[in-house]
């Protein structure tokens, strides 16, 4: 699991509601991805690229438990990258398969437009552009598993425990 | 080694000898709360099968009763999926409706060192009852109630010792708010609470301290067990429990004190309730539109009775709206048997049924773009409760009080002799 591309940075304590506010509720999925960043950064959204990578701040993620690692997976980010990231966010970060990784100093290490190379097994960044190298905290074994099945409800319907995503319109809202 | 509370229980409940900071661990779930938003369309996929139905406890909370048809649609997935493993703990609209962090204290729902889990961010709430609760996502809910087991990581330990008593009109808010404005977040590490002053505190009061942990992104905060609590959770659950101490030698990142007597009434700004506390008398004459007294830190008959005294026999100030919303409906018919409630609404405020509501921007006092707000609820992000340009300084329920009779922030000590 590597990812190399352009970076976008953003600042310390992002929070769930900054990510999916509460009058992006009721939209669809679809719908949501353009409310990412509204408050602090208008206009945002629109400039991601499929695969683009995002360095957060400190806390990254803090607030409530609403699907946040969604929207930024359905927007079209390859990962997240943060010296630290709040627990719940992880847990939803992992829950959806997006990658999140802990990277201490990573924060001061980049510069927005730069080019980052992120190994998630090998836990290593590296700043294409300025040719710096971090280390981040490996993902856990047991978490790296639900991301590579793809996420927890992949996992539990391939068991039959969930029953399979409904994808009319209707459904999805 | 010693452990701590957090590392004893998960120890006990993923059958290790011992568990330290980095650890990640599978968990034996003791109970699993579903709340209506885990029913949204967006959120739901239809399980087939649970663990056991009696470990499961569906509440509707953050949309009741129904402001729209997609809630209305979610609380009937809710209802068919109560209704289709027979789920017995459901708190639907009506006689023991509540916000869920709330029922679990008036039900006893967390056992002391047991683990509870709900896929809503204050769920460490629970952590008052000497239990580790935690908020989980929205798909951890669903795997939870599948299979009754979870994981967690296991952090560090900040251990706080509280030490005498509150002074007149200073409540535990006002203790959070100190340790929040002061030590910021605690990302990755639990919070425990322990000391002489705890015996002094309420289990309300303490509750508000462990529901507000999630505001310091704690993964768990919990409190030491004392007789106040084994009554409390003795008079409301007939099953067994194992009350959790650390261990004398416990391994803390660090041990902070918190003299109680010397904390003066605080609000935060804005934005963050982290490292954003001033003192009350800083903000005085800032002018409000709204004041909210409600949510599962700060909506119980404590709550209540602290903002009637406030407000007895006065008016609240023109052209602001006073929204007091009741965090069950059992601190709803105690705040009324009391005369809480009349006295509430004789000074003007409007009382809203046990809900979420606008703490969560969700309905029941949503804020327009410019408005400011001071609510004594959980959490003040940009847009939480309603328009990006709205602005929400947080405090204490006599705060609160206080400022709904000023029309501006106003300090509860000069409404409390
Ligand atoms: S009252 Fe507020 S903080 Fe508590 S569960 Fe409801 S929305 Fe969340």
């Known amino acids: 699991m590597k990812f190399k591309a352009r970076v976008w940075k953003v600042g310390d304590n992002i929070n769930t509601d900054l990510i999916l506010p509460i009058t992006a509720f009721y939209l669809t999925l679809e719908e949501q991805i353009s409310y990412v960043f509204k408050a602090n950064r208008p206009g945002w959204a629109e400039q991601v690229q499929k695969g683009d990578i995002l360095i957060g701040g400190k806390n990254f993620g803090m ?5 946040a690692a969604r929207s930024l997976k359905n927007l079209g980010l390859a990962c997240v990258v943060a010296p630290y990231i709040n627990g719940l966010f992880f847990r939803n970060a992992v829950n959806f398969a997006f990658p999140a990784l802990e990277c201490p100093g990573v924060d001061e290490a980049f510069d927005e437009g730069d080019i980052a190379e992120v190994d998630v097994i090998a836990a290593r960044v590296r700043n294409v552009t300025k040719g710096t190298e971090l280390a981040a905290k490996p993902l856990p074994a047991p978490l790296l598993a639900i991301v590579n099945a793809g996420g927890i409800y992949p996992l539990l319907e391939k068991e039959g425990s969930i029953a399979p995503k409904v994808t009319t319109a209707a459904a999805s809202r | ?38 029913f949204m369309p967006n959120n739901w996929r239809e399980i087939q099968r649970v663990c056991d139905p009696e470990r499961i406890v569906v509440v509707f909370d953050h949309r009741v009763p129904a402001p729209n048809q997609i809630a209305a649609g979610a609380h009937r997935t809710g209802r ?31 056992l002391p060192g047991s683990v509870l889990v709900c896929s809503d961010s204050h769920t460490c709430s629970g952590g008052v009852f000497n239990c580790l609760a935690r908020g989980v996502g929205g798909p951890d809910i669903i795997y939870s109630a599948v299979k009754g087991e979870t994981w967690f990581r296991c952090g560090e330990t900040i251990r706080y010792e509280l030490e005498g008593a ?4 200073v409540t535990a808010k006002d203790a959070f708010l100190q340790i929040a404005g002061v030590h910021g977040d605690h990302a990755t590490q639990n919070v425990e609470y322990g000391g002489s002053g705890v015996a002094g505190l309420s289990i309300n009061a303490r509750k508000t301290m462990t529901t507000m942990s999630a505001e310091l992104s704690a993964e768990f905060a919990t409190f030491e067990c004392d007789d106040t609590l084994v009554q409390w959770v003795r008079s409301r659950n007939p099953r067994a429990f194992n009350p959790v101490k650390p261990d004398a030698d416990a391994k803390y990142k660090a041990v902070r004190k918190v003299n109680l007597v010397a904390l003066e009434p605080l609000v935060a700004l ?36 602290l903002a009637a005294a406030v407000v007895r026999g006065k008016r609240v100030a023109s052209g602001v709206r006073l929204i007091v919303v009741p965090a069950s409906q059992t601190v709803y018919r105690d705040a009324m048997k009391s005369g809480a409630i009349a006295t509430l609404m004789e000074a003007g405020a409007t009382i809203a049924p046990p809900t979420c509501g606008a703490c969560g921007g969700g309905h029941m006092g949503v804020l327009a773009a410019e408005e400011t707000c001071i609510t004594s609820s959980t959490r003040n992000f940009k847009g939480r409760m309603g328009e990006p340009s709205s602005r929400v300084f947080m405090a204490s329920p006599a705060t609160v009080a206080a400022s709904a009779i000023m029309g501006t922030i106003a300090d509860p000590r000069e409404f409390l002799q």
Do not use: W
């Open chain 2, 166 to 169: 509150l002074p007149k009109a």
């Open chain 1, 63 to 67: 607030g409530s438990s609403r699907p």
């Open chain 2, 80 to 110: 068919e999926f109560v209704r289709r493993f027979g789920i017995k703990r459901f708190h639907d609209v009506g006689r023991e409706q509540g916000i869920s962090h709330q029922l679990v204290a008036d039900y006893g729902y967390a």
């Open chain 2, 270 to 305: 804005p934005d963050s309730v982290v490292n954003n506390s001033q003192p009350v008398g800083a903000l005085k004459g800032t002018r409000i539109d709204q004041a909210y007294i409600g949510s599962c830190a700060n909506g119980t008959q404590d709550d209540l009775e």
């Open chain 2, 1 to 38: 080694m010693g452990m701590t509370i957090a590392e004893k229980i998960l120890a006990a409940k993923s059958g290790r000898k011992a568990v330290a900071p980095g650890d990640v661990v599978t968990v034996q779930l003791d109970t699993i709360i579903l709340f209506d938003n885990n």
